[in-house]
C-alpha cells in the first residue's frame, strides 16, 4: 500500500479514537456509495455526524483541513443523502473535519464542528 494510504489509515483510526474519547458513537467507517466515501459516521446524540478526516505529515503545504475542497463537500453530502435515505435516519446532520498532523510519531488534532454546510 501506497504510504499516503498508510498515512491515511493511521489518521482515520485516530480520529476514530479521539471521536469514542469525546462521547460520540461510531456507525460506520469507509461508508461507499458509488465513488463517493465518507470516512465517518457517528452520532454524538443530538446530530447525526458526517466526519470528514484529512492526515497530513506536515502543514508544509497548508493545514489539513484546507484540502477539503467545494468538490469534496458536495461528494460528501451526495453520499449523506443516500445513507440518510438508505437508513431512514430522522436526526439533524452536521459535517466536522478532523484534521490530523503526524510528525515525528506524534499526532497532532484539530476538530472542526460544522466544518461546512449544504447548501440548497
Same mark, same amino acid.
Given at each position: 500500500?501506497?504510504?499516503?494510504?498508510?498515512?491515511?489509515?493511521?489518521?482515520?483510526?485516530?480520529?476514530?479514537?479521539?471521536?469514542?474519547?469525546?462521547?460520540?458513537?461510531?456507525?460506520?467507517?469507509?461508508?461507499?456509495?458509488?465513488?463517493?466515501?465518507?470516512?465517518?459516521?457517528?452520532?454524538d446524540? #443530538?446530530?447525526l455526524?458526517?466526519?470528514?478526516?484529512?492526515?497530513?505529515?506536515?502543514?508544509?503545504?497548508?493545514e489539513?483541513?484546507?484540502?477539503? #475542497?467545494r468538490?469534496k463537500?458536495?461528494?460528501l453530502?451526495?453520499?449523506?443523502?443516500?445513507?440518510?435515505?438508505?437508513?431512514?435516519?430522522?436526526?439533524?446532520?452536521?459535517?466536522?473535519?478532523?484534521?490530523?498532523?503526524?510528525t515525528?510519531?506524534?499526532?497532532?488534532?484539530?476538530?472542526?464542528?460544522d466544518?461546512?454546510?449544504? #447548501?440548497?
Amino acid at each position: 500500500m501506497a504510504e499516503h494510504n498508510e498515512l491515511g489509515k493511521q489518521g482515520e483510526e485516530i480520529a476514530t479514537k479521539y471521536l469514542r474519547s469525546k462521547g460520540f458513537v461510531v456507525i460506520e467507517r469507509n461508508w461507499r456509495f458509488g465513488k463517493d466515501e465518507i470516512d465517518i459516521i457517528a452520532n454524538d446524540s #443530538t446530530f447525526l455526524v458526517v466526519v470528514e478526516v484529512k492526515t497530513r505529515s506536515s502543514a508544509a503545504f497548508g493545514e489539513p483541513e484546507i484540502f477539503v #475542497t467545494r468538490q469534496k463537500q458536495k461528494f460528501l453530502i451526495r453520499a449523506t443523502n443516500v445513507y440518510i435515505n438508505w437508513k431512514n435516519i430522522e436526526l439533524e446532520t452536521r459535517f466536522d473535519i478532523v484534521a490530523i498532523t503526524i510528525t515525528n510519531g506524534k499526532a497532532k488534532v484539530k476538530h472542526i464542528r460544522d466544518a461546512f454546510y449544504p #447548501t440548497l
